[in-house]
């Protein structure tokens, strides 16, 4: 320890509520007022461990009390007084002149050391000063703490080395000031006097009556010992930052007894001061005492905190997590996969879920579910496409969607993202008004800049997703986006509805680069042998709204059918996304797990098997799972048709769409149709059993 005393700062806590009551009474109170002084209280809890140099100063939703404890009664705490300012940006509490600021505020100190109120109300030399910015959007807090303290103050020494108070008392003594400590009131807790009777027995009593003692005032008792002490909040072994301001109102009030004799002070540590240490401090003769201590109050404040990096600064509380909805909800949102993960599945992937980018083509009754599952799953990036408008007859099937979304005629697309970020703030959610370019719906002249926009916007959204889901009306709007999902390797979740049945099916990989043909031998096929929507045609897609009645033009379905659907679709994805080989997994036949062979383990992954085709019926509430063997003929994704949409953009787009039979003479389709055994062929594929299944003319087919 240094000869001369140096003193220990002290440390600021906020705790959330703090901030949460701060944050409710500028709302409702002080509004833009950022003048107006709040006066606050802290507290220090003599239960907390002292485990650091400094016990930190605590400041909670009580501290804007008028008065946080009944003033005759004893506390667990002792209480500091504050005052605050608030500024409205974050440019004014930079500008902020710290010394300006502290000299301002801080001179109350100074006052009450002069004036004698200090000697009665030992509190008010306790003052700490909070100077704030509080950013109530992002729930970001700064703010900087001082507790002033006049700067030029003496130079002292140690006159003898630091006591414990074991040493300093017999037992008895030490007893009856752990006594008197407790039952003082948490206001007179931060100084008082410990005085030793001509029996020896301690008193603790006031400052007041320990400062008359010493300079030997006729209506003061006469002691033996006089003892100045503090509640120390530093645990180190040098005193605590409080000191100096008991030691400013002693030079003020009893400077002879300062300068000319050993000052006793006890640093009251612990909850009962069982942990006290006793200074004895002498002041350095000086020639002049006067002007020493004239000195010392017409000098500089000083006294602000260091931040949590060491230097002097204000500190940041960010409390987003704590009192931001968004974040208090996602948070709450999650809690199921959590406990998913934690007693079911530990070694389940979550953040290769919730970072999914998903685009939903089609804001439907499928899109609404769809995206509803996701939500439960955790992802948070979600983009819809759609080009029609909510209607009324909208509302009860599709649950996106609000009586007054059909009011106003909302588009699908940005109604559904609107709705999302309804449910959940703080996702990423979009919605594309767009018309997706079809077969057999013929693009005239005045059409082709408007298709060259969707078909550049519809490329880039694809482009940009990790997963495309296919929730269209029409077989034919799937065409498209099933050539740019083979393109560009996506995958692609499929889904659709009859009247009781529904089917949901992942397309496979495709290599584009490397011509080949599926091997039929294999009965689990991996991703690259599956078939998309597509590859059970024999004829390209065409306009399947030409000539229909209402109810041929729109799907009907049994209302339940969508969520079914939906929920196996977003269960696909997932069992996919856990597997060890992803979409590359082998294709699921068995109905249940006795029905896999032990030579088929490998399917199942982390959630269990990856179907490629889920087919469903509500008529005898059965499911199958069928597999759909990639197709070299293909009109959506095999190679001649994937090729030429790379080679030829826009203008094959139009001839798909206006040219008819081109893509069956596209992808070989219609020359595999002009084979003089096909009925002979198709027949065998109809009568014959897996098992006599002649798979080498199979192969022979193109």
Same mark, same amino acid.
């Given at each position: 320890m240094s000869k001369f005393v140096k003193f220990t700062k002290l440390r600021t806590s906020t705790d959330h509520t703090f901030w949460a009551k701060f944050a409710e009474l500028k709302i409702d109170k002080l509004k833009l007022d950022e003048k107006a002084v709040i006066n606050i209280w802290g507290s220090y809890s003599r239960q907390s461990p002292n485990e650091a140099n400094v016990n930190p100063l605590v400041l909670d939703f009580t501290s804007f009390n008028k008065d946080p404890v009944d003033a005759t009664l004893p506390t667990s705490s002792i209480y500091y007084c504050g005052k605050m300012i608030n500024k409205n940006t974050l440019e004014a509490f930079k500008q902020t002149n710290p010394e300006v600021f502290i000299e301002s505020l801080g001179k109350d100190v100074i006052e009450s050391i002069k004036d004698g109120s200090s000697l009665k109300e030992p509190w008010r030399l306790s003052l700490f000063l909070l100077l704030a910015y509080s950013d109530l959007k992002k729930y970001k807090f700064y703010y900087w703490v001082a507790h002033p303290t006049p700067l030029k103050l003496p130079e002292m020494y140690y006159e003898e080395s630091p006591k414990s108070i074991d040493e300093e008392f017999t037992s008895i003594q030490s007893e009856d000031l752990s006594k008197g400590f407790l039952q003082l009131h948490g206001r007179s807790m931060n100084y008082f006097t410990v005085l030793i009777s001509c029996e020896n027995n301690i008193i603790v009593s006031d400052v007041e009556t320990g400062v008359n003692s010493v300079e030997g005032k006729k209506e003061s008792q006469e002691y033996n010992e006089v003892y100045f002490a503090f509640y120390d909040p530093c645990t180190s072994s040098e005193p605590g930052w409080p000191l100096r301001?008991?030691? =400013?109102?002693?030079?003020?009030?009893?400077?002879?007894?300062?300068?000319?004799?050993?000052?006793?002070?006890?640093?009251?540590?612990?909850?009962?001061?069982?942990?006290?240490?006793?200074?004895?401090?002498?002041?350095?003769?000086?020639?002049?005492?006067?002007?020493?201590?004239?000195?010392?109050?017409?000098?500089?404040?000083?006294?602000?905190?260091?931040?949590?990096?060491?230097?002097?600064?204000?500190?940041?509380?960010?409390?987003?997590?704590?009192?931001?909805?968004?974040?208090?909800?996602?948070?709450?949102?999650?809690?199921?996969?959590?406990?998913?993960?934690?007693?079911?599945?530990?070694?389940?992937?979550?953040?290769?879920? =919730?970072?999914?980018?998903?685009l939903l083509l089609g804001a439907g009754t499928l899109g609404c579910a769809v995206a509803r599952v996701l939500l439960g799953w955790g992802v948070s990036n979600i983009t819809f496409v759609d080009n029609s408008n909510v209607s009324h007859s909208?509302?009860?099937?599709?649950?996106?969607?609000? *009586?007054?979304?059909?009011?106003?005629?909302?588009?699908?697309? !940005?109604?559904?993202?609107?709705?999302?970020?309804?449910?959940?703030?703080?996702?990423?959610?979009?919605?594309?008004?767009?018309?997706?370019?079809?077969?057999?719906?013929?693009?005239?002249?005045?059409?082709?800049?408007?298709?060259?926009?969707?078909?550049?916007?519809?490329?880039? !959204?694809?482009?940009?997703?990790?997963?495309?889901?296919?929730?269209?009306?029409?077989?034919?709007?799937?065409?498209?986006?099933?050539? !740019?999902?083979?393109?560009?390797?996506?995958?692609?979740?499929?889904?659709?509805?009859?009247?009781?049945?529904f089917t949901v099916q992942r397309h496979g990989t495709r290599n584009t680069t490397i011509p080949s043909s599926p091997d039929l031998d294999v009965k689990n096929p991996d991703g690259p042998d599956l078939g998309c929507y597509f590859c059970n045609d024999v004829t390209q897609p065409g306009n399947s709204q030409t000539d229909r009645t209402l109810d041929q033009q729109c799907t009907v379905s049994r209302p339940g059918l969508s969520q079914i659907a939906a929920g196996l679709a977003v269960e696909l994805l997932v069992s996919v996304l856990q597997h060890p080989k992803g979409i590359e997994a082998g294709a699921l036949m068995g109905n249940n797990r006795e029905t896999i062979n032990s030579s088929d383990a490998e399917l199942a992954g982390l959630l269990g098997g990856v179907p490629h085709t889920i087919r469903g019926s509500l008529w005898n509430y059965e499911m199958q799972l069928t597999i759909t063997h990639r197709f070299t003929c293909c009109t959506a994704c095999s190679l001649p048709?994937?090729?030429?949409?790379?080679?030829?953009?826009?203008?094959?787009?139009?001839?798909?769409?206006?040219?008819?039979?081109?893509?069956?003479?596209?992808?070989?389709?219609? *020359?595999?149709?002009?084979?003089?055994?096909?009925?002979?062929?198709?027949?065998?594929?109809?009568?014959?059993?897996?098992?006599?299944?002649?798979?080498?003319?199979?192969?022979?087919?193109?």
């Open positions: 301001n008991l030691l =400013s109102l002693l030079l003020w009030h009893c400077p002879m007894h300062c300068f000319t004799k050993v000052i006793k002070v006890i640093s009251i540590r612990g909850n009962k001061a069982q942990r006290s240490i006793v200074y004895k401090l002498r002041v350095k003769q000086y020639e002049n005492t006067n002007e020493i201590r004239d000195s010392l109050f017409n000098s500089h404040l000083v006294g602000w905190e260091s931040n949590t990096n060491g230097k002097l600064g204000p500190n940041i509380a960010d409390l987003s997590d704590t009192m931001d909805p968004t974040r208090l909800s996602d948070r709450a949102i999650n809690l199921n996969l959590k406990l998913m993960k934690w007693r079911l599945v530990p070694n389940l992937d979550l953040e290769k879920i =919730s970072s999914l980018k998903c909208n509302t009860v099937r599709q649950s996106l969607y609000s *009586h007054q979304d059909a009011v106003e005629h909302k588009f699908k697309a !940005l109604a559904a993202r609107d709705a999302l970020l309804n449910i959940r703030p703080n996702m990423t959610a979009e919605g594309v008004v767009l018309h997706i370019p079809m077969p057999g719906h013929v693009l005239g002249k005045g059409m082709m800049e408007s298709t060259q926009e969707s078909l550049a916007k519809l490329e880039e !959204l694809v482009e940009s997703s990790d997963v495309v889901f296919f929730l269209l009306d029409s077989r034919e709007a799937r065409w498209l986006p099933t050539v !740019l999902c083979a393109a560009m390797n996506k995958i692609a979740i499929n889904a659709a509805l009859g009247f009781d049945s048709v994937v090729t030429e949409y790379k080679n030829r953009g826009l203008s094959f787009v139009v001839d798909a769409c206006n040219v008819p039979n081109y893509l069956e003479k596209l992808s070989g389709l219609e *020359h595999l149709l002009k084979r003089p055994d096909l009925d002979e062929l198709c027949y065998t594929l109809d009568n014959l059993s897996d098992d006599d299944c002649d798979v080498d003319q199979l192969k022979d087919a193109p």
